[in-house]
């Protein structure tokens, strides 16, 4: 009796003094990250996480923005809504505010939508996220920066368009769409209905439940049904269990197309030489390894012994999206600086403003070392993506290699059906649409 | 000596039937009402509100409708997240689809069709016990998920296939505040505990726990098992529902399907399990253990790590958390079988005759 | 030891023996089973929702009986598969993850012991 309560009483006063601790010097810019490094989604998460945070270390490393130091902190969710929506509650105060939330989760970023106007904090959601976020008259914290779903389903079509020879041959073609049955998955449907219409090719839509590692019936129908052309929308275990079945059916990789989230060292490893062949687009980066911005954090952070994964990590294609997601909080904050005050620390507030003033050009992207990986960024407050172009990469075996050119997203089909869907949005929420749009440039 | 009856005599039947005749304890459900409703908004934080009393307040709602299922009436259910999707998607559509829908009834509507469900979902259990009528809720639990993602109707045909709530407010009162967000579920808390409280003493609650102890006796001294059985799942599915709607609404503000997996199922089966079966106190216990008990322990395992200098990994402080949270489950299932209940419960006993030791 | 805790244990079987090898059986077949997927289609975290379904197969095949459990388990994975290939697309697929239950519930409104089960009865 006498031991246990000495144990509570310790716990209490450790609880207690680690909830006082934490508290760091006001002047560092904080950042918290949303990670998941267990549950489904597992290895996935980690490489992002490991791309985001090194990205965040090299930015220290070379001074912090204008001498403004990154405070970060993780916090683990496991792909969990509600853990998600913990953590998100836990950190956002703290250390002054955070600057941006970077949730790699659909369920989060829909519920955090809904918070941010309220907490005051950007959300970015590089090539991922709401759709509809892309016009900022109505989503004002949110930046799909880099693409949406829209545009990746769009331009997955004008890419076996353009393989088949023109759009216009693409009709009496079967395309099959493997999506994973979540909002994420069902957001490829909506653009590719309205381009299967418009160029008469046949959409079969083959639902995969989450987790995804049951495809056998999906596959059996392809192979029933013998589509001309498959796209993937997985994630994680989905993607490897798709090639997996793909091989065992026999259907030929080199028709397969996957989204930006279907095209990583991770989905392929595991298959190896019989993934050889399959491709998917690119959130415009692809694996960069060689990249200047890859060498400065070999050199800057894991050659000091700062590195937050394995070595040989660096510059794959998630390593790459978590860096650059991390790289637009910071560009975010360094735009915002250059506008409410250089050296200082950026609120939400501030920070939202530079996220929607963006402008990363050829020469910034080349001081970024980023030349090569991404093409040239600019936001405004009509167009929170900055950008809609994408190009294909495929699998040769061993590496991923960049194998076309870059494709446009139709803008003039996907902005109409952006504002409509965001005009919804609206009048479900009761929300105006934001009249400083035109004002500013 | 504090927690004694003596000389607390009743006059009435009235009197001697109230659901809490010792003195002390009235003065401490006052004690604890008090607290809730206005001690806490006056100490908590936001970030408690938010992310520990919120899901705390909703959960225990969500079990206090499970265990009258499993626990008084011994009818095991893996069905309660479908049926929270069910309330949810239905206060939705009735609160987006008719003008002018009152919240209150919006929730309501959400709770009857998570009834109406439930009691078709039930019937196997005219039918089967046990086990078997676990999976006859799984089969439940796996075609409400498929339902919300396929049929568009529910989703008021929405491209994504996730719904959201714009304000929300009761009359003129506003609930956007953390703090009120917590006061309006509360209020929903004790509403619907003092509900299952009366139908648990009643003759239905009586029935209940006849069926559960066993159903055949039960039938051959009178009491109808399909009428028994039937109404606990449609309580059981009715309260269950208000709680997914109030998950959907207040808590999560827009919601997908995956919100109410078989994970919410099995977890809210495991509050009930842990917290006690057939106690309405039981189940505020076990959605504390289960829902505030991961965060305190991720706070404190992640400030060891920091006390102690090293650097843990958030992966492994998950990991940590899981594996000690599973340990505790184990442990406590060896110590106390029937739950935090009966320790609060063997507690009162003990305070009664303290300070003697029996 | 299903019917009775009590009776077997005044019978003089040794429970805790006999429930350490039950799990331990169960524990080696559940992981013959797991290899064998993970073989084919990789080990996850996410197995443990495939474990799940061994519940439709044991009301299909009958819980008492082993025979029954792998003719169960041949029904339901080929039931599975089939009605997402044939029923599937008419409404607008994905049925697989509740198909094997709907037919057990199905199963056990009018034959809850299985095709190969004893049936159960009752005593008070």
């Known amino acids: ?441 | 000596m504090i927690y004694r009856e003596n000389g607390q005599f009743k006059t009435s039947y009235r009197a001697d039937q109230q659901i809490f005749p010792i003195l002390q304890d009235r003065a401490f459900i006052v004690l604890l009402l008090a607290m809730a409703f206005v001690g806490v908004p006056m100490m908590a934080s936001d970030y408690l509100f938010q992310a520990v009393l919120l899901p705390f307040v909703i959960l225990s709602l969500a079990a206090l409708g499970v265990n009258i299922l499993v626990g008084y009436c011994g009818q095991i259910s893996l069905g309660s997240g479908a049926f929270m999707a069910v309330g949810a998607y239905m206060a939705y559509n009735a609160y987006v689809r008719i003008e002018g829908m009152p919240l209150v009834a919006a929730m309501l509507v959400g709770g009857a069709s998570a009834t109406l469900v439930g009691i078709a979902f039930g019937i196997p259990s005219l039918r089967v016990k046990g086990l078997y009528l676990a999976v006859a809720t799984l089969a439940a639990q796996f075609f409400c998920d498929w339902v919300f993602l396929r049929v568009g109707w529910f989703t008021n045909h929405s491209s994504s296939g996730t719904v959201s709530v714009a304000h929300l407010q009761v009359l003129n009162w506003r609930v956007d505040t953390p703090v009120e967000k917590y006061l309006f579920c509360l209020a929903f808390l004790v509403v619907f505990g003092l509900m299952a409280k009366n139908l648990v003493r009643s003759s239905i609650g009586r029935e209940w726990m006849a069926i559960r102890d066993m159903d055949v006796a039960a039938a051959v001294i009178g009491i109808r098992p399909m009428y028994a059985k039937l109404s606990a799942f449609a309580v059981s599915s009715f309260i269950v529902g208000v709680a997914g709607a109030l998950w959907g609404f207040v808590y999560l503000g827009s919601w997908e399907p995956a919100a109410f997996s078989i994970d919410r199922s099995f977890q809210l089966l495991f509050m009930v399990i842990i917290g006690g079966l057939g106690s309405v106190m039981g189940s505020l216990f076990g959605a504390a253990f289960i829902v505030v008990l991961p965060i305190v322990l991720d706070h404190f395992l992640s400030g060891l790590g920091a006390v102690s200098g090293l650097h843990i990994s958030t992966a492994l402080v998950a990991h940590v958390q899981s594996m000690v949270f599973g340990a505790l489950i184990v442990w406590f299932l060896i110590v106390e079988p029937h739950g935090l209940a009966k320790l609060w419960s063997v507690g009162k006993q003990k305070l009664r005759i303290w300070p003697f030791p029996h | ?124």
């Open chain 3, 1 to 124: 030891m299903a019917d009775d805790h009590q009776a077997a244990q005044s019978i003089g079987i040794p429970l805790g023996r006999i429930w350490v090898i039950v799990w331990c059986v169960a524990g080696v077949v559940a992981l013959v089973a797991g290899v064998i997927w993970g073989s084919k289609l990789g080990v996850q975290f996410s197995l443990a929702s495939v474990a799940l379904r061994a519940l439709p197969v044991v009301i299909l095949g009958g819980l008492t009986s082993v025979p029954g459990a792998i003719i169960g388990g041949l029904i339901i994975g080929t039931g599975e598969k089939l009605s997402e290939v044939y029923l599937g697309p008419m409404v607008g697929g994905g049925i697989e993850i509740w198909f094997s239950y709907m037919l057990a519930l199905v199963f056990l409104l009018f034959r809850p012991q299985g095709l190969f089960g004893e049936k159960i009865i009752d005593r008070v």
């Open chain 1, 1 to 441: 009796m006498k031991a246990r309560k000495l144990m509570i009483t310790a716990l209490t006063a450790v609880t207690a003094w680690c909830g006082a601790l934490g508290s760091a010097a006001a002047a560092d810019q904080y950042f918290p990250v949303l990670v998941y490094r267990t549950g489904a989604y597992a290895p996935n998460g980690s490489q992002w996480a490991n791309g985001y945070l090194d990205y965040l270390k090299l930015t220290n490393a070379q001074g912090g923005v204008n001498g403004v130091k990154i405070l970060f902190e993780e916090c683990e969710f496991a792909y969990a809504t509600d853990r998600g929506l913990e953590c998100y509650e836990r950190l956002k105060a703290k250390n002054g505010g955070a600057a941006v939330m970077q949730p790699l989760s659909t369920g989060v970023t829909f519920a955090a939508t809904e918070k941010a106007e309220t907490d005051k904090i950007p959300i970015v959601t590089f090539g991922y996220g709401r759709s509809e976020s892309a016009d900022g008259g109505v989503f004002k914290w949110n930046f799909p920066l880099g693409g949406n779903y829209w545009v990746q389903a769009d331009i997955q079509v004008q890419h076996w368009a353009k393989v088949v020879g023109g759009l216009d041959k693409l009709k009496g073609k079967k395309l099959a769409l493997i999506y994973h049955d979540s909002p994420y998955g069902k957001e490829a449907i909506p653009p590719l209905m309205e381009r299967a219409k418009r160029h008469g090719f046949e959409l079969m839509q083959l639902p995969v439940p989450h987790p995804g590692i049951d495809q056998r019936s999906v596959w059996l129908q392809i192979r029933q049904q013998k589509p001309d052309y498959v796209l993937l929308w997985g994630w994680g275990i989905m993607n490897i269990a798709a090639l997996k079945e793909a091989i065992a059916t026999g259907y030929p990789r080199n028709r397969m197309l996957g989204n930006w989230w279907s095209g990583s060292e991770l989905d392929v490893a595991e298959v190896g030489a019989g993934a050889k062949g399959y491709s998917s687009l690119t959130l415009q980066h692809g694996a960069h390894p060689d990249a200047k911005v890859s060498k400065d954090i070999l050199s800057q952070v894991y050659d000091k012994g700062n590195g937050t994964g394995p070595r040989g990590e660096v510059g794959s294609v998630l390593y790459m999206r978590g860096m650059l997601s991390a790289m637009f909080g910071v560009e975010g904050v360094r735009r915002a600086q250059e506008r409410f005050g250089k050296g200082k620390v950026m609120t939400g507030e501030q920070v939202r403003w530079g996220l929607e003033n963006l402008n990363l050009d050829d020469a910034r992207l080349q001081a970024l070392g980023l030349t090569g990986v991404i093409r040239p960024i600019v936001t405004s407050c009509a167009d929170h993506m900055g950008a809609s172009v994408s190009r294909v990469h495929s699998w040769d075996g061993k590496k991923w290699t960049i194998t076309t050119d870059w494709y446009q997203a139709d803008m003039q089909t996907l902005k109409p059906m952006i504002r409509a869907a965001a005009d919804r949005y609206a009048t479900e929420k009761s929300i105006q649409r934001r009249t400083d749009c035109q004002q500013q440039g």
